[in-house]
């Protein structure tokens, strides 16, 4: 900001805070206003293209699909409630915050 207007800025909070707080929301409500209304720098059809191509061919590529071959599918984990369980979550206490 600039002295001149933040001395006035300063004025108007000491005198009449509410006024300068709805003049501070007006300014953004224009603001985004004006960007809504704003068209687009770039056309859409340059969008999500892929300016590089991918190398399917990577040496790195190759070594993890090497590392994947024998790596086996994990089992599906089931979780049940029992009755100890539930007695145990009743008694723990609840999340607090640290402070």
Not at 5 to 29: C, G, H, M, P, S
Not at 44 to 51: P, W
Request: aromatic letters at 6%.
């Amino acid at each position: 900001m600039k002295p001149d207007i933040t001395v006035a800025t300063n004025l108007v909070f000491k005198t009449d805070q509410k006024k300068l707080y709805e003049e501070l929301v007006d300014k953004k409500r224009q603001n985004r206003k004006h960007q809504m209304h704003r068209k687009p720098e770039s056309s859409g059809a340059t969008c999500g293209t892929n300016l590089f191509k991918h190398n399917h061919n990577a040496e790195w590529l190759a070594e993890q699909r090497t590392r994947a071959e024998n790596v086996s599918q994990r089992l599906d984990i089931c979780i049940t409630k029992d009755a100890e369980q539930q007695q145990l979550l009743k008694r723990m206490a609840n999340w607090k915050a640290p402070g």
